[in-house]
């Protein structure tokens, strides 16, 4: 091998490193790339994307466009979930139970590719109609036109009609959301 081709050999390396580094770089923006119009969940801890796909109904099926990050790297919390629900903005009830699990979220409005709102949420006293009691004699399981209410305490949520208290972390399996 002359000199020549030796110098030809390192560029071919650089090249070649500067190709993989810039397809590090594309992957990690596409796993959380800017979406046109819709919702960002934003700052959840990680492992919390999943509950909040369970809170929003998402499983795939009705065909959205959701993006969903998972221990993505964060100047503010270490590592965090983030997930983009395109075409798509949140009722107050999802809003509401999302506070319950994820209070540290924010929660973004896109326009036109731009954020016309963010809102941290805050943890509500109250959720209504969101989450179904778990005791089967309590009168909201009872075919009654009665809405469900849960207090929102520091042990979890308690229901306003039996008392029953559904556990942060069993928030998902009782959820009642449209
Ligand atoms: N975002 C998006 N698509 C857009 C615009 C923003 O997915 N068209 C996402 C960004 O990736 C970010 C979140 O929405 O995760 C909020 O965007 P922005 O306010 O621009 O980012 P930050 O200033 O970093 O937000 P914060 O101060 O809340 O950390
Ligand atoms: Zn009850």
Known sequence: MNDHDYEEDQNQGEAEDIVSTAR????????VSKIRDGTVIDHLTAGEALDVLAIL?????????VSIG??????????KDIVKV??????????????VIAPEATINIIRDYTVIDKK???????VTGVL???NRNCITNANEPVNTRFMVLDEG?????????V?????PTYLDVA
């Open 86 to 99: 395109e075409d798509r903005e949140l009722s107050q009830s999802e809003v509401d139970v999302l506070a």
């Open 132 to 134: 179904s009691c778990p």
């Open 70 to 79: 998972m221990n993505v790297v964060s100047d503010r919390l270490g590592t």
């Open 120 to 126: 941290r949420i805050e943890r509500p006293t109250a």
């Open 167 to 171: 556990h942060e972390d069993e928030v």
């Open 24 to 31: 590090k770089i594309d992957d990690q923006q596409l796993r």
């Open 157 to 165: 949520l308690q229901c306003n009609y039996c008392g029953s208290i």
């Open 57 to 65: 109904g998402i499983d795939g099926s009705n065909g959205e466009g």
